[in-house]
């Protein structure tokens, strides 16, 4: 009989997974909607060793409606950084964004294993809305209680039209997919990966990326909650552009680095700062229906990650919002990093390769 002794290590058992064994080496890609940011890793959970790391910039419409839409560009974009980083392992571990992806949770009687999986495929379409026929199906076993005669389970669907959009674009670099994640899931294993929660602390991971960001909710090593919001980075810079008469590359630059002027440099801060309220609206109302569904639990803290997560006041400004303390997630935090990589480098990008380290956690034929 199926025990919650017996439960699944990891967030999520990989979508796309083939080719079972180890290699030396693998690529972590996260392909979000404005680049490609990816990490070479050598070892295993317990001594995993970043020993190559670079971000790169997509085209502005390669990646629309969470599907890759032009495969070529992105190839050549993989290529390119692959290219540049001298880099000789060919087999990824990559994610598909979290707003293409349906997520159930459901609860079946408890039963040897083997049953509850076939009982799982079975009823399966009465919890995802979509043919199972065209999705990518897979689910995780959740805890249940000693006494309990249920198990909760995860089940988590994506369409093969998303997953395979970005399987061409890896393949057409040159390079072997082997595990196809969800960008939420890998943001938990990050955050596994590097801090060890109480049993009953709840934490959620905000991942601001280009076009939307990601909030995954955990209460020790468990998610009780994901969702996303469809802010992002990009509308701060249109909010810059907007408001300062710049073109769009002009704001993404002072954006990221900042005007020279003392003077420039405060006018472009309140102008992020009010731009951030849309932001906080956003995740001040997908927080609520966890708040519905959960009352009684309290979050604890938010740890926060992204390419946009250090931009001026934003931590402040949420943590104002929320009534809760916002702190910034260290994806490096117990990762050997190579001696060959650029430190600054690791530093200034480390939260924008969040989803990238959580990926790097990942290998094939694990749950």
């Known amino acids: 009989m199926l025990s919650p002794g017996n439960l699944i290590k990891k967030a999520i058992s ?3 997974s083939v080719l079972p064994g180890a290699e ?49 560009s992105v190839a050549r974009t993989i290529r390119t950084l692959v290219a540049a980083q001298k880099i000789r392992a060919s087999k990824v571990i990559a994610a598909v964004p979290g707003p293409a992806v349906i997520i159930k949770r459901a609860t079946f009687p408890i039963q040897p294993l083997a049953e509850l999986q076939e009982t799982i495929f079975f009823e399966a379409g009465n919890f995802i809305p979509e043919s199972l026929e065209n999705v990518n199906l ?3 076993i959740l805890d249940s209680a000693s006494d309990s005669n249920e198990v909760d389970v995860l089940l988590v669907a994506v369409r093969k039209d998303v997953i395979n959009s970005y399987v061409a674009a890896i393949k057409e670099a ?17 955050f596994e990966a590097n801090y060890a929660p109480g049993p009953d602390e709840v934490v959620a991971l905000i991942n601001i990326g280009a076009r939307y960001s990601s909030i995954n909710i955990m209460k020790g090593r468990r998610s ?50 009010s731009a951030s309220d849309q932001l906080l609206d956003e995740v001040q109302r997908a927080l609520s229906f966890f708040w519905t569904g959960s009352a009684e639990e309290q979050i604890n803290v938010v740890y926060l990650s992204g390419g946009s997560a250090h931009l001026p006041g934003l931590a402040e400004a949420m943590g104002e919002r929320l009534q809760i303390p ?11 990093v190579s001696r060959q990589i650029d430190e600054q480098f690791i530093q200034e990008q480390a939260s924008a390769l969040a989803v990238s380290v959580g990926l790097a956690t990942r290998r094939p034929g694990d749950k």
């Open 326 to 336: 916002v702190m910034f997630s260290d994806p490096f935090r117990t990762f050997s």
């Open 24 to 72: 030396k080496s693998y690529l972590s890609l996260d392909i979000g909607s404005s680049s490609v940011k990816m990490l070479e890793v050598r070892g295993s959970d317990e001594a995993l060793t970043i020993v190559n790391a670079g971000i790169a910039q997509l085209p502005a419409n390669a990646i629309q409606g969470n599907v890759v839409q032009d495969t070529e």
């Open 224 to 273: 009780i909650f994901t969702g996303d919001v469809p802010v992002g980075g990009r509308q701060f810079t249109e909010i810059l552009s907007q408001e300062l008469g710049a073109s769009f590359e002009e704001a993404e630059d002072l954006k990221i680095f900042g005007p020279d002027d003392e003077a420039k440099r405060k006018e472009v801060a309140s102008v992020l700062l």
């Open 174 to 190: 040159g390079l072997t997919p082997v595990v196809i994640d969800v960008d939420c899931f890998a943001l938990e294993n990050m």
């Open 14 to 16: 990989p979508l796309f």
């Open 138 to 140: 897979d689910y995780q």
